[in-house]
């Protein structure tokens, strides 16, 4: 039976039903049509075209080079393949933190050329002007505080966000300004558990975690990594699930044998 026959379609209604029943939110990354398909037919429930495509798609240091167009590509093919899923897509660097109106053209260009579901964007209160115009639109909107990649200039590192009063003040501060813009749910990203887990608390959208702890109302990771096809990136935080990057290695020095060896094709495998 296919799949959406089984299980209703995520919309940011479900998300939040689901924080309600405390039923846990499984979100990845996706960033082209044959991965979105898999993960959308195992299940998950939210799909993320996150601009760290900037580091594993395309082979950047950062998330900041990535961008609009290349997202919408990336989000077209996601798009194309997924049936149950919410699909959530960044706006990349430069296109939403200056100006609220180009925040809003940045948005609905995502939606109408990618035809996504929703839209990411990095920060609290400095960009709340940009996140309550695009809510104008129509267009749902995902927070995410804490560990901000497109933000790694400024912070200078990738530890851990909010240990200190003041900065943990400020998140749980931001976390309410989003909320009460309107936005449907919130990502944290590398902050104490503890600290996380108080947000979730106190605010009512529901709030997914990456690097965050268990007490969240979900989980996000990027695919590349959680699979072990990246393998140069390690934090605690992540849990991988495979050593593809292994396995591949394996396959492809198998076929090169079997081309060089002239194994490959064989009688049953050519016209
Ligand atoms: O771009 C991304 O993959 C993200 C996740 C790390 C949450 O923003």
Redo the contacts with the bound molecule.
């Keep these: 039976m296919e799949l959406e026959a089984t299980f209703p379609k995520i919309t940011t209604h479900v998300l939040q039903e689901m924080k309600l029943k405390q039923e846990k939110i499984a979100m990845l990354?996706a960033y082209d049509f044959s991965m979105a398909r898999i993960l959308d037919q195992a299940g998950i429930d939210i799909i993320?075209v996150?601009?760290?495509a900037s580091n594993v798609m395309a082979g950047h240091k950062t998330?900041l080079p990535i961008t609009l167009n290349d997202m919408i590509y990336h989000a077209s093919s996601v798009m194309r393949a997924v049936k149950r899923a919410l699909v959530v897509v960044?706006l990349p660097f430069g296109t939403y933190q200056g100006d609220s109106k180009e925040a809003l053209h940045s948005a609905i260009r995502i939606m109408k050329e990618a035809g996504a579901n929703a839209v990411?964007l990095e920060g609290g209160e400095e960009i709340h002007e940009s996140v309550e115009r695009i809510l104008t639109a129509g267009i749902p909107v995902m927070g995410?505080l804490g560990l901000t990649?497109q933000s790694i200039h400024k912070f200078g590192t990738y530890v851990v966000r909010a240990t200190e009063e003041d900065e943990a003040r400020k998140l749980v501060h931001d976390a309410h300004i989003l909320e009460e813009a309107g936005c449907f749910a919130l990502?944290l990203?590398k902050i104490p558990a503890k600290l996380a887990g108080e947000v979730t608390q106190k605010v009512k959208i529901p709030i997914i975690g990456?690097g965050a702890g268990n007490q969240v109302d979900g989980q996000?990771l990027?695919l590349h990594d959680m699979l072990g096809i990246t393998q140069e990136f390690s934090p605690r935080f992540l849990r991988r699930y495979h050593n593809l990057s292994e396995e591949i290695k394996g396959s492809v020095k198998s076929y090169i044998g079997d081309v060089k060896s002239v194994d490959f094709p064989n009688e049953r495998e050519q016209y």
Excluded: C, Q
């Design positions: 990354t993320l996150g601009d760290s998330t960044d990411k995410h990649p990502i990203e990456i996000v990027v």
